[in-house]
Structures are given as C-alpha cells and as structure tokens.
C-alpha cells in the first residue's frame, strides 16, 4: 500500500495496530543495528503502541529481517522530492563544512540528506500522535505519557553546557501526522537559497519556532556522562541518546570515556532488559 504521489511515496508493509506509534528511521546496516536495540528497549517497557521503523531503498532485506520479526511495522520511503540545487547544498561536503562537528566525531556512514527523511512521519496519518526516536538510542523507562504531549515537543541540544537550552534535539519528538504539515513542510523546506546547517534539526526548530520543551531526560546525550556528570542521573533518564560516536562502532574514539553506556548498549542489543538500576551515575564511578 502507498501513501503520497510520486517521489512522496511511502510503502506500509502492514497495517496499523494502534493510533499511537514510536517512529525510528533506518537508512543503512548500521542504523538497523541501532533500531534492532531501540525496539528491544522500547519492548522490555511495555508500551501498547506500534513501533514503525522508516527506511529507505539503501537498506538490505536481511538487515530489516530482525526488525520485521520483532513486531515492528515496516515502511519504506523515498528520499524528499526536493530540487537539485538543495541536495547539492545539503550534500555531506556543504553541510559539514559549513557547521562542522568540532566535539565528537560522525561516522562515516552519516548522510546528511538521510535526516531529511524523517519528515515523512507526518504522512503516518493512520496514526493520532507519534513519538519519533532516532535509530542510535535506547529506551529505559516506560515513556508513553509522551504521546499526550502537544506538537511539537522535543528537548533541548543539551551535552555540554546550559547555554544550550534554545536549540532543540531532533533525537526525539513529539509530533501529529496531517498531510497538510507535509505538504507545507515540503514548501518551507525547499524554499530558495533556504539552507539548514542542522538538516531536520535546524527546519524543524524554524518550522515550529514555538516547540514545547521536554526534560533532558526525555533524551540524554551520552556526552553530558562526562561533560556535565552533575546532570545525570539514573533514577531520571528515560532515553539514551547516543549522538556523535556510535556504540556499536570498533574504533570508538571514545569508548573508554563512555564504557558503562555502550555496555548498556550491547546489553539491550542482545535482547537484555537495560540493567540500569545497577549502575553507578559519573560523579560515583570508581
């Protein structure tokens, strides 16, 4: 079944089990990995809601066998209809030249034009309220109360000091699917000469200048476990947002820095419910 028309196709592999959805994008092996440990988490917390997992044509079937096995709903999309001269701006080169990622390092398999994608959630009509989470972070604690959260919440880019309270993180958000957003989305986004250093992050704080603010603890950049050990704490944090470095990378550059978090990780990865509660917060590590 498609939704859309065109290149604004999205293909629903099955139908709706709810009105309410967690909304992740896979847009290559490595995020399949990612979405793998995602619906694991988001299962050990008992929600009701459907899991959909977006992706693109990039991805390998097998690579969405698990995920398709577990109970989630797969949709495949296109890439955005947008002109030329946007992709070129937005190509990998021009986007991380322009904002470069001077605190932690992306990898290589990150495509900037990807991030676009996650806009297709609003053509998700069969769905009343969606909680998108990126494909590179875990759920520890039930967060269901999020889907009574108005459009459009999300919480602030917090990972290394308060000052960054005004911009938001696109890790996680609230949103209403409505073919009108879309439609409107499409002509803010593609706008001329309109360039978004941030790709979605930047158009959707511009596109909703009003967002709603969520708790850091909605979605904790596992850069505040050394940046700012004061903010973390278990008995708080319901997601974990692994931004910048990847737990399931080999040559983390950081890996020894943030042990405790990609252990928790791996752990969920393999099926495990997190075992948060026994881990000590930074500022009590050994």
């Not at 495509?111 to 009343?128: A, E, S």
């Not at 708790?215 to 008995?235: A, I, K, T």
Request: include cysteine.
């Amino acid at each position: 079944m498609a939704v859309g028309r065109g290149h604004n196709d999205i293909r629903l592999a099955s139908p709706a089990g709810s009105d309410r959805a967690f909304v992740t994008l896979v847009t290559n092996a490595d995020y399949a990995k990612g979405a793998t440990a995602l619906a694991n988490s988001l299962r050990h917390t008992g929600t009701t809601a459907d899991v959909v997992v977006l992706h693109t044509g990039a991805v390998d079937a097998e690579d969405l066998e698990g995920l398709a096995s577990g109970g989630c709903r797969l949709v495949e999309v296109d890439h955005l209809p947008l002109s030329d001269a946007f992709n070129e701006r937005h190509a990998r080169r021009n986007v991380h030249g322009a904002a470069p990622f001077t605190k932690g390092r992306k990898p290589d398999f990150h495509t900037p034009l990807d991030n676009f994608c996650k806009l297709r959630l609003w053509q998700l009509t069969d769905y009343r309220t969606c909680i998108f989470i990126d494909a590179d972070a875990i759920v520890l604690r039930n967060v269901d109360k999020l889907f009574d959260y108005p459009e459009f919440s999300a919480a602030p880019n917090v990972y290394e000091s308060l000052a960054d309270f005004h911009r938001l993180n696109s890790g996680v958000f609230v949103a209403k699917p409505s073919k009108a957003t879309f439609e409107r989305m499409l002509e803010r986004l593609d706008e001329p000469e309109a360039f978004w250093p941030r790709t979605d992050q930047t158009f959707l704080q511009t596109f909703f200048p009003d967002w709603h603010g969520l708790p850091v603890f909605m979605n904790m950049l596992q850069y505040v476990w050394f940046s700012m050990p004061d903010l973390w704490d278990w008995n708080s944090i319901s997601v974990v947002h692994y931004q910048y470095e990847k737990p399931w990378e080999e040559d983390h550059p950081k890996a020894e820095a943030l042990k405790p978090l990609i252990n928790l990780w791996h752990d969920v990865y393999q099926g495990r419910a997190p075992d948060f509660y026994t881990l000590a917060n930074p500022g009590n590590t050994p």
